[in-house]
């Protein structure tokens, strides 16, 4: 997931392109089936201080160029974490360091994915894809209407791909100016 950016790659995106392509998605039905996994990583949902909320979120999203977190006033985010709309899955490595998380806010009956990826160096190891299922597989209990998302062409390049093996449909693209995002 994607938002206004301020450095490296989207800075060139900004001034190669005025508008921004942006996918909205939506799952309709259970996701696809969790996958198998041999490893020591495990995820869990999980309440986290503001610090490592946003320690974790740089380290995901600096290479994204996300900022929207960052630049929330810091007891605003505090009471969005804090709330019972917010759930977030945090994929952990063997010594406890957060390697990915999956945010999403509640908002029944439908359901948004906020915010989701992994830190730039547990990526390419299929890590992604059981973080994102499992976590849809967990919020699906709550049984939404829908779960949805919009992602952009600022995203990670496999972005798109994952969310549709993980049964999510465009449901809607549109060309929008980088600052709305």
Known sequence: MRHS?????VEHAIMSSSM???????????????????????ISAERIPVDEYLNLYGRVGRPL????????PRSELAFLLDSERSQIYIMR?????????????????????KNFGLVPEAQGRGLGSWLLRTALHHEWTLQP???????????HPAALRLYENAGFRTYRVR???????
């Open 20 to 42: 921004v392509r942006v996918s909205y998605l939506e799952l309709l039905q259970a996701p696809a089936p969790i996958q198998i996994r041999l490893g020591d990583e495990r």
């Open 93 to 113: 490595d063997r010594q406890g360091e957060a390697l990915g998380l999956c945010e999403f806010e509640r908002s029944l009956p439908e359901i948004e994915l």
């Open 145 to 155: 209407s829908r779960i949805w998302l919009h992602t952009d062409d600022w995203d």
């Open 175 to 181: 060309e929008q100016p980088p600052g709305d995002l």
């Open 5 to 9: 950016a301020t450095i490296g790659v």
């Open 65 to 72: 160029g996300w900022d929207q977190r960052l630049t929330m």
